[in-house]
């Protein structure tokens, strides 16, 4: 699953759960302080990732899943 984080950041979860911080070049860097339970679902990860990164927000910005 791929989110887009408040439109600055994009994170890609993959099948086993890591989070994974994508570059405009399409690097990955595993974020590695951030666990996602096996169970969540989509708008779990949202929420999650909402928390994890709320100090990077501004009034109105949200999380979106992409894909």
């Known amino acids: 699953m791929l989110f887009d984080v408040?439109?600055?950041?994009?994170?890609?979860i993959d099948d086993d759960?890591?989070?994974w911080l994508v570059g405009d070049?399409?690097?990955?860097s595993l974020i590695e302080?951030?666990?996602i339970p096996p169970d969540a679902d989509g708008d779990e990860i949202t929420d999650l990732l909402d928390?994890?990164?709320?100090e990077h927000a501004r009034?109105?910005?949200?999380v979106l899943r992409i894909s």
């Open 6 to 12: 408040y439109g600055r950041h994009r994170v890609f």
């Open 17 to 19: 759960r890591r989070a």
């Open 25 to 28: 070049d399409g690097k990955k």
């Open 33 to 35: 302080v951030l666990a």
């Open 51 to 54: 928390v994890a990164f709320h």
């Open 59 to 62: 009034p109105g910005d949200k």
